[in-house]
């Protein structure tokens, strides 16, 4: 997901496919990446579901690659 912010969408996501087919993305360095994480930060996702988005299912997705 990049950008992707409609109020209560990114939780909708995750409902409908699970945090862990969730990729954070933010379009650096065209935007900033800090507004699209406090926005994540500020969601009702839970802090295990916060590190797979922002770091844990690309980092799974390239081992499983290797």
Same mark, same amino acid.
């Given at each position: 997901?990049? +950008?992707?912010? @409609? ?6 996501? +995750?409902?409908?496919?699970?945090? &862990? +087919? ?6 650096? @360095? &065209?935007?900033?990446?800090? @507004? ?6 500020? /969601?009702?996702? /839970? ?11 690309? /980092? &799974?997705?390239?081992?499983? &690659?290797?």
């Amino acid at each position: 997901m990049s +950008r992707y912010e @409609p109020i209560g969408e990114i939780e909708a996501l +995750r409902d409908e496919f699970g945090a &862990r +087919r969730l990729i954070y993305g933010s379009w650096y @360095p &065209r935007y900033a990446m800090g @507004p699209m994480l406090f926005y994540l930060h500020h /969601t009702t996702l /839970t802090e295990a579901e916060l590190a797979l988005v922002c770091a844990g299912n690309l /980092t &799974r997705i390239l081992e499983e &690659r290797l």
